[in-house]
């Protein structure tokens, strides 16, 4: 019988340890907006530009672009992470380039952000390639 009464018990424990979990995880960023593609005239190449949205301390995890970024913070902080270099702290007003296939994970701050991103890409091809190999983002 005493059995039967620790089972609730520890089911209780367990989903309240999963709910802890779950409100540490940061949110995911949303999809980058595309605005404009436009083809590069005498090459195999076209420029895009978009607006991605981090809710406060959203997180796109690592991945890398097939073709350069060049972005500019608009509101709030980005929090960047390139592979082998230091961690960049970018501010309303500030800008980041990201070497192709550099891999990255980019992440707002606690207000979140809002991101202006350029780049290069194939027509036809995925720009962002998610990179599952990669550790997370450091804390």
């Known amino acids: 019988m005493k059995t039967c009464l620790s089972i609730p018990v520890v089911l209780g424990a367990l989903l309240s340890m999963q709910s802890a979990f779950a409100a540490n995880a940061a949110p995911a960023a949303k999809e980058t907006r595309v605005l404009e593609r436009v083809v590069v005239n005498g090459t195999n190449r076209e420029m895009g530009m978009g607006v991605s949205e981090f809710p406060p301390n959203a997180a796109k995890p690592r991945h890398m672009a097939t073709g350069p ?18 961690v960049q702290d970018i501010h309303a007003g500030g800008s980041f380039q990201i070497a192709a ?4 994970v980019t992440r707002a701050g606690p207000d979140g952000a809002t991101v202006i991103a350029t780049w290069t890409s194939t027509p036809g091809k995925p720009f962002n390639v998610s990179s599952p190999n990669v550790s997370s983002f450091p804390e």
């Open 69 to 86: 970024e060049v972005c500019y913070v608009i509101k709030g902080e980005i929090i960047l992470q390139v592979e082998g270099q230091p």
């Open 101 to 104: 296939n550099a891999i990255h």
